[in-house]
Nanobody, 120 residues
Framework: QVQVVESGGGLVQAGGSLRLSCAASGSIFSIHAMGWYRQAPGKQRELVAA???????NYADSVKGRFTISGDNAKNTVYLQMNSLKPEDTAVYYCKADGVRTGYYQADYWGQGTQVTVSS
């Protein structure tokens, strides 16, 4: 059984910062990539940032220069440092672990989501 748990969301004023954390736990042999997605009301879920096992990172254009993704492969954790937050960053942020191998089985897993609200 694999669990993905996020933490660190909350309410912040525009221009402020938040740090999200995500940890995958269970009988995990390896993880191909971990990333952050977000979904605002009435909108589709979108990729915010992702980090592969070789520490390659990619970002949505809307967050480049403001958000930084980092991780610890040994601990199956990933973080998202969000600076210069804008009201349009308000959304539920989800962590996803891609290509999680547990023995002979491989699958993707989502966390339950954490709310980020940026007030103007």
């Amino acid at each position: 059984q694999v669990q993905v748990v996020e933490s660190g969301g909350g309410l912040v004023q525009a221009g402020g910062s938040l740090r999200l954390s995500c940890a995958a736990s269970g009988s995990i042999f390896s993880i191909h990539a971990m990333g952050w997605y977000r979904q605002a009301p009435g909108k589709q879920r979108e990729l915010v940032a992702a980090l592969t096992g070789d520490s390659s990172a990619n970002y949505a254009d809307s967050v480049k220069g403001r958000f930084t993704i980092s991780g610890d492969n040994a601990k199956n954790t990933v973080y998202l440092q969000m600076n210069s937050l804008k009201p349009e960053d308000t959304a539920v942020y989800y962590c996803k672990a891609d290509g999680v191998r547990t023995g002979y089985y491989q699958a993707d897993y989502w966390g339950q989501g954490t709310q980020v609200t940026v007030s103007s």
